[in-house]
Every structure is written in C-alpha cells, then in structure tokens.
C-alpha cells in the first residue's frame, strides 16, 4: 500500500525554526517534494529531493532558509524550516514525483494529509 505521511507542523514565532518529516510507502525509487498550501490559492512548490539525495532544488521563498535532507536508512525526507515568517504559514504536503537532473520537479497525484504550520508575528 502506498502512502505519504506528513508530521512535524505546529506554531511558532517569526525567526523560530520547524523540521518537517515525510514518511512515503511504497515509493521506491522516487523524488519527493514538499509543497505547500494557504486557504483560496494554488499549492505552491517549495523543495524537491532525488531518490539518492544527491540532487535537490528549492523555490526562490525557500532558498537560504529551508533545506530538504533525506534520511535513507530511516525512508523519511525532512523539511528543515529556518528563520520562519508569518507568510511561510500554509499546511505543507508531501509528494512523491520526479527530479531531473536540471532541478525540475513533476509532481504526481500522490499527496500526503499534509500538516499545518503557522508562525505567529
């Protein structure tokens, strides 16, 4: 059975760091990405990791802050959240994709429940 679990969201203040963590089942093989959501618009992208972990890309609003580390040994790919604002608010989803080499991300259909963050001004 595939699936994609996301934990690791909560409040925190604007400066403050969070790690997320996904989970996948089933996804041998596959690029992650991590996205992410606020109530009345488009999931936006914000990272994506290769299978290895040898190859990552970010969103232009995530560079310098958030990093996207793979954990092989324990199946769980990380978003590691720094210096936070309130406009990084959104519930974060996982996603199970590709990853070409250049740094483009295709997403699939494959979504986690996702997970709310919220970083209070």
């Known amino acids: 059975q595939v699936h994609l679990l996301e934990s690791g969201g909560g409040l925190v203040p604007a400066g403050g760091s969070l790690r997320l963590s996904c989970a996948p089942s089933g996804f041998d093989g596959y690029a992650f990405g991590w996205f992410r959501q606020i109530p009345g618009k488009e999931r936006e992208f914000v990272a994506a990791i290769n299978w290895s972990g040898s190859n990552s890309t970010y969103a232009n609003s995530a560079k310098g802050r958030f990093q996207i580390p793979k954990d092989n040994r324990k199946n769980t790919v990380y978003l590691q959240m720094d210096s936070l604002k309130p406009e990084d608010t959104a519930v974060y989803f996982c996603?199970?994709?590709?990853?070409?080499?250049?740094?483009?991300?295709?997403?699939?259909?494959?979504w986690g429940p996702g997970t709310q963050v919220t970083v209070s001004s």
């Open positions: 996603n199970a994709g590709m990853l070409t080499l250049s740094g483009d991300y295709s997403r699939s259909n494959w």
